[in-house]
């Protein structure tokens, strides 16, 4: 039995010198900034930020103002030139009208087969037409473009 | 055709006039000719009496006769196309399309 013992075997043992100390205390995270110092920048920043936006903004403003100014200032006139357009057709409307039922028997214009649309009031009176009689005489595309003229768009 | 209620009383009358065509409607003037002379006469004799400014509110309101021209007029037109009696450029007369 003592000649087993002075065979060299392999055994796990420590590292020479012992083993090195275990680290168990608690390692917390590298913090770069402090709470106060990220306020500040967060401050700093936003300022600087400020400064600069506002440059523009006040450039964009006085666009904007300009260009509405000239949008109101010709709004009048440009909702008058489409009154003008609609008095000028409903006239051509009304010749046309005779034109086409010139033969027709029982028929006056203005009117269905000889009775008035509104009976109190005076002849001459103008009564507005609906959609489908300002667009009586038109042709059907150009009825479709006017009717669905916000899905085109 | 039934137009104020059974019993009238200022309870009704809060919510009497909701709707109507006296704030935005093109027929404000022909509905309040119309209810006046109703007021003054009531339903039944108004029934008989007011048939007339009935009959323009009722126009105004469902533009029956101004839709029965268009019929008429385009079924005209249609007519004449087909016989070939309007031809070409003569078919048709569109408005411009942004001046309704």
């Known amino acids: 039995m003592s000649e087993a013992c002075q065979i060299a075997r392999k055994q796990d043992l420590p590292p020479p010198g012992g083993y090195k100390p275990i680290p168990f205390q608690r390692l917390p995270a590298k913090q770069y900034f402090s709470g106060y110092t ?3 920048m967060y401050i700093g920043i936003t300022a600087v930020s400020a400064y600069l936006y506002n440059i523009n903004a006040k450039r964009i403003a006085k ?3 300009e ?5 109101m200032a010709i709004y009048p ?3 008058a030139e489409r009154d003008r357009e609609y008095l000028k057709q409903l006239r051509r409307n009304r010749d046309a009208e005779a034109e086409l039922m010139r033969d027709v028997p029982g028929w006056e214009v203005g009117t269905y087969y000889g009775e008035r649309v509104y009976k109190l009031v005076p002849p001459d009176t103008l009564i507005e037409p609906i959609f489908h009689e300002y667009y009586a005489h038109s042709s059907p595309t150009e009825w479709f473009r006017r009717a669905y003229h916000k899905l085109r768009c | 055709m039934s137009i104020s209620p059974f019993l009238r009383n200022p309870v009704t009358d809060i919510t009497g006039g909701l709707v109507s065509h006296q704030m935005l409607g093109s027929c404000q003037k022909q509905e309040i000719r119309y209810m006046d002379c109703l007021e003054a006469y009531g339903l039944d004799r108004g029934r008989v009496k007011c048939s007339e400014l009935f009959e323009d509110f009722h126009e105004c309101q469902t533009k029956t006769k101004q839709f029965k021209r268009f019929v008429a007029m385009r079924k005209e037109r249609d007519r004449q196309i087909a ?3 309007l031809k070409g450029d003569e078919k048709y007369l569109s408005p411009r399309i942004d001046s309704f």
């Open chain 1, 67 to 71: 260009m509405r100014s000239a949008k």
């Open chain 1, 63 to 65: 666009n904007e103002i």
């Open chain 1, 77 to 79: 006139m440009l909702l």
């Open chain 2, 83 to 85: 016989e070939g009696k």
């Open chain 1, 38 to 40: 990220m306020f500040a």
